[in-house]
């Protein structure tokens, strides 16, 4: 298991709110991998996201549905606080916000 491999499953990890990936909204903030082991630092949109919880659950569960026997440890940290700019030009499109705009402020 290497973080490529990791950051493509968490990309089936959806907000059900949002309706977007995980990855793709910034929400991943590092992924460290060893044999036998993955360690992710995730957030949410917000500390008090109603969601949080069950999207962290999520993550944990579909890392250890790939990589059955391995240590999967998914952590939550809230700083840097999430923001959009956060998330790719393919999230911004679909929450419909303008990339250029975004970027820009960023």
Not at 66 to 84: A, C, K, L, N, Y
């Amino acid at each position: 298991m290497n973080s490529r491999q990791v950051a493509e499953t968490l990309a089936h990890v959806y907000d059900p709110e949002l309706g977007i990936d995980v990855v793709a909204l910034g929400l991943v903030y590092s992924i460290e991998t060893e044999p036998g082991r993955a360690a992710v630092l995730m957030t949410t949109t917000t500390a008090s996201c109603p969601m949080g919880p069950a999207i962290l659950e999520d993550a944990e569960t579909m890392l250890s549905l790939r990589f059955p026997g391995e240590e999967i440890e998914v952590r939550p940290v809230f700083d840097p606080p999430w923001d959009i700019r956060m998330a790719s030009d393919e999230a911004l499109s679909a929450l419909g916000f303008p990339v250029r705009e975004v970027r820009a402020t960023g």
